[in-house]
């Protein structure tokens, strides 16, 4: 592959296309932190709002400062995609880095759905990167076919964790039973929606789970993506109103200190194997994370982190290590290099004195490139 020209050229006329056919406020667009952000092996978070007012007990965006007021983000959706094409860290394209709307608040609030809709058509327009969606909100038949018509392969995780404890663990969302009817209308347009049961409460979605599978695969919702739930100080303290619940986490927590708004994760590796035992008994088709969703609807391929293979593994793009040794010297040209790799990693051994920028750089796009961990090392 031409890595060279699919990173500089593609990512100039892209830019060149935007600031030509939109209203893009470029300085403000180059000072957002979207357009230097590095993102992770599962997309580059991108924040459609700030804020959110649900209150649910288990959500931690309230410890990361954020509060339980909602309002669209700073720059309008087309400075935003420009900030996005700007940041050098990841690729664009189709085969490019997966972006994930949402982040530190709800995409479909009343305050950011409508932003939300639009950023997806422009996304899909300029930039055309595979987007994901987590929602625990719902929208409109009419809005429905706004976003199909945005586009139909936007990867779409609806959230629920509860189902008779639902109202009390997540009092301002949306009841159950809603939940299931958007995801039935989701289907209905076309979309291939997933079941997000993350995080898995313990005492609460392990009793519950089998209501909330039920109502799925009864709705056509054919995939699900489990995961466990991290707690900081003030969310274990949330939880204290479901006395058994507190428990349970206090003894999954072991020893590790809840120290500050740090975020610690509890060990529920048996919990996960019960609910994806039981969801493997409906049908459904278990996503090891919540990028897997996103990389198969997209008809991808992908080993970037411990948690795949998804897709095909035999369809991975095969590697060219003279392609990425050509790309390396053209970011930086003293740069000494070696690349080893093997069928689902690459190797990358530098010399001390490159500029840490150039090797994330080289890390993420090399990655998405080639969709395998890339691992960089010192010679």
């Known amino acids: ?107 479909f609030l009343n305050e950011t759905k409508g932003y939300v809709i639009k950023l997806v058509k422009l996304i899909r327009s300029y930039l055309e990167n595979p987007i994901q969606i987590s929602t625990k909100m719902i929208l409109s038949s009419r809005e429905v076919l706004d976003l199909y018509k945005a586009d139909s392969k936007l990867s779409i995780l609806c959230t629920i964790v509860a189902f008779k404890s639902a109202s009390r663990l997540e009092p301002l969302a949306p009841p159950v039973e809603e939940r299931i009817k958007f995801l039935e209308s989701l289907v209905k347009a076309g979309f291939k929606p997933t079941l997000f049961i993350r995080p898995i409460i313990p005492g609460i979605t392990d ?16 995939s699900v993506v489990f995961g466990t739930l991290r707690v900081t100080r003030s969310i274990l303290e949330k939880l204290r109103v479901f006395p058994d619940t507190y428990k349970e986490i206090i003894r999954r927590l072991g020893r590790k200190p809840l120290t500050g708004n740090k975020q610690i994760s509890i060990k529920g590796s048996d919990l996960k194997k019960k609910l994806v035992k039981l969801a493997r008994e409906y049908g459904f088709k278990i996503y090891p994370s919540a990028c897997a969703a996103n990389v198969y609807i997209h008809g991808l391929h992908c080993y970037m982190c411990n948690f795949g293979p998804c897709g095909n ?12 040794a050509e790309f390396i010297k053209w970011l930086s040209p003293s740069a000494k290099v070696s690349i080893r790799h093997d069928n689902f990693s690459i190797q990358i051994l530098f010399d001390k004195n490159v500029n840490p920028r150039v090797k994330s750089v080289v890390k993420f796009v090399v990655s998405y490139a080639y969709k395998r961990e890339v691992k960089i090392y010192a010679i």
């Open 207 to 222: 009793r519950e789970i089998n209501d909330i599978l039920k109502l799925a695969f009864n709705a056509g919702v054919e």
């Open 1 to 107: 592959m031409d890595l060279i020209g699919w990173y500089s050229e593609y990512r100039r006329e892209v830019l060149d296309r935007i600031a030509r056919e939109l209203n893009v406020n470029i300085t403000a667009a180059k000072r957002d932190h979207h357009s230097h952000r590095r993102p992770r092996p599962c997309g580059l978070t991108v924040h459609t709002g700030v804020g959110c007012p649900l209150s649910c007990l288990y959500c931690y965006i309230y410890d990361m400062g954020f509060t339980h007021k909602a309002s669209t983000y700073p720059l309008n959706p087309e400075s935003l995609i420009y900030a996005i094409a700007t940041n050098k860290n990841i690729l664009l394209g189709k085969d490019g880095t997966f972006l994930a709307l949402g982040s530190v608040t709800e995409p």
């Open 313 to 324: 593994i035999n369809k991975l793009p095969e590697v060219d290590a003279k392609d990425i």
